[in-house]
């Protein structure tokens, strides 16, 4: 063969294929090595090295957008908020309030309380006035109502707010109040927050508002950017009223609106002291996002003078910044105290090992476990991963409720018709270790039985899944089912 009829450009790209490919999978041993030193859950141990073998490049970018272990590598670093000198009077401040009131240590729910304390310093606070609000066209007038009253601070933080119609609505209250010289603080998330337009942002700043954007979706910080995300919907009312729960501010959440799908959802109001730590939570958040002291106040943590024992409750806070998966320790021990019943709801159940076989265990012990989750998701791969833990879960013993008449977004759970927990944490892996998440925990009967009515309101409109409909899915769904699974963790 003459040099003459080698095609050159041929070899010459071959060349740079091969060394193209050869420097990806250098990349993809190095990040596994590193991986694997991480000691993860093996799943997403897993997950993240079939992502990088199968799909080169593409997997590595995916890894560094969404694999990153901040909450080990401190990126988040905790420690340098509560150095400051304010974090630590405050914290001071509260924790010694938490002594006056415990459970015994014989007391059935001593150890979730104690649990949580411990983990994340939440208090178990008394004196308190629930209120159980379902869809938004109930929760957004109170919302609304409980900020006309408001006579010193406002303080907001959601992960959608949209100015819509509705989120016109909160925006002309919030602006008239800061008006009047009333304190008003907002944090969005950026990312949640896309449809937030300059002009909404414009009428809150010349009213005075201050308002800031929760991780701002920036290069080069598109990876933690993108992947951590402030998951939290409170609104604090001058240190005595609170919302917490499932509901963002934007119009599809309110049935009133005549949206194309029909949305359930459940928020609770808070007044007394459990407002404390939702307070907490939201002014930690704002130090995270301005990066400036905060002047306290203690108008911020009124005192209520109401018996300890009326409606206890604790205000969980999770996330990259927390030493600590607070809300999925706490939802493990809740489910491993149950005798006789847990009901469970949430729009996506992609669970980690720890809480399948929780699950699994209670109802094999003879708890009887039910779960009520949409029908139809708003992902297809999110639905599928869903549907490969049905099979189990029957097996075992769990009730599986697919809710019908729309769309469940609720994120609640009740033990033993006397505890419960509402708040914005999903049943799955993206709320227990990525996102920034706040649950109340709640050991009130009273409020429990009524969350108890409204799951039986639910399983009305949802039809009960039998292991038999599962056995008639064909090969081709539940192959789709397994390959979605294998994502569960990067979900």
């Not at 999978?25 to 141990?45: G, M």
């Not at 080990?72 to 405050?90: L, T, V």
């Not at 009333?182 to 927050?193: F, P, Q, T």
Request: aromatic residues 14%; glycine residues 6%; charged residues 20%.
């Amino acid at each position: 063969m003459e040099f003459s009829n080698l095609n050159w450009d041929t070899i010459r790209e071959g060349f740079i294929l091969l060394w193209v490919v050869g420097i990806n999978y250098l990349l993809v041993f190095f990040i596994s090595l590193k991986i694997l030193l991480e000691n993860r859950n093996p799943q997403k141990t897993y997950a993240f090295v079939i992502l990088l073998i199968v799909v080169p490049f593409v997997g590595i970018l995916f890894y560094f957008s969404f694999g990153q272990n901040y909450r080990r590598n401190k990126i988040f670093n905790r420690k340098r908020i509560f150095d400051d000198k304010s974090f630590q009077e405050i914290a001071t401040r509260l924790t010694k309030k938490s002594s006056e009131y415990r459970y015994d240590k014989d007391h059935p729910l001593r150890k979730i309380s104690e649990l949580l304390l411990t983990g994340s310093h939440s208090l178990l606070t008394g004196g308190n006035s629930l209120e159980l609000l379902i869809n938004g066209e109930n929760c957004f007038p109170k919302m609304l109502e409980a900020i006309a009253q408001a006579k010193n601070h406002i303080h907001m933080e959601y992960y959608i707010f949209t100015d819509d119609e509705l989120g016109i609505q909160f925006i002309k209250a919030l602006a008239n109040k800061s008006e009047e010289g009333v304190e008003v603080r907002l944090i969005y998330d950026a990312a949640g927050s896309l449809k937030l337009s300059n002009k909404g942002i414009s009428i809150l700043e010349r009213a005075g508002v201050q308002l800031l954007p929760f991780l701002p979706i920036r290069f080069p910080r598109l990876a933690n950017s993108l992947n951590y995300r402030n998951h939290r919907k409170i609104l604090v009312v001058d240190g005595v009223i609170g919302f917490v729960g499932g509901i963002n501010i934007d119009q599809r959440y309110d049935n009133r609106f005549n949206n194309k799908v029909y949305w359930r959802d459940t928020h609770l109001k808070i007044s007394g002291n459990g407002v404390w730590n939702l307070q907490f939570t939201f002014l930690f958040d704002w130090y995270f996002c301005v990066k400036d002291p905060i002047n306290f106040s203690d108008d911020f943590f009124p005192i209520s003078e109401s018996s300890p024992s009326i409606a206890p409750l604790q205000v969980v806070s999770s996330g990259p910044d927390s030493d600590w998966s607070n809300i999925m320790y706490a939802y493990f021990t809740s489910i491993n105290l149950a005798q006789s019943n847990i009901r469970l709801t949430t729009p996506y159940f992609i669970p980690n090992d720890s809480i399948l076989m929780s699950l699994k265990t209670a109802a094999l012990g003879g708890v009887n476990v039910e779960l009520l989750i949409p029908e139809e998701s708003d992902s297809t791969i999110v639905k599928y991963a869903m549907r490969s833990y049905f099979k189990q879960l029957l097996e075992a013993g769990v009730k599986i409720f697919l809710y019908r008449k729309g769309f469940v977004h609720a994120k609640t759970m009740t033990v033993d018709d006397s505890f419960c927990t509402i708040g914005t944490a999903n049943m799955d892996f993206r709320s227990f270790e990525l996102n920034f998440e706040v649950n109340a925990f709640i050991y009130d009967q009273n409020l429990t039985q009524m969350l108890v009515s409204q799951f039986e309101e639910d399983k009305k409109e949802s039809v009960q899944l039998m292991l038999s409909d599962v056995g008639r899915w064909k090969l081709p769904v539940r192959l789709g089912h397994s390959l979605a699974r294998l994502f569960a963790p990067l979900l």
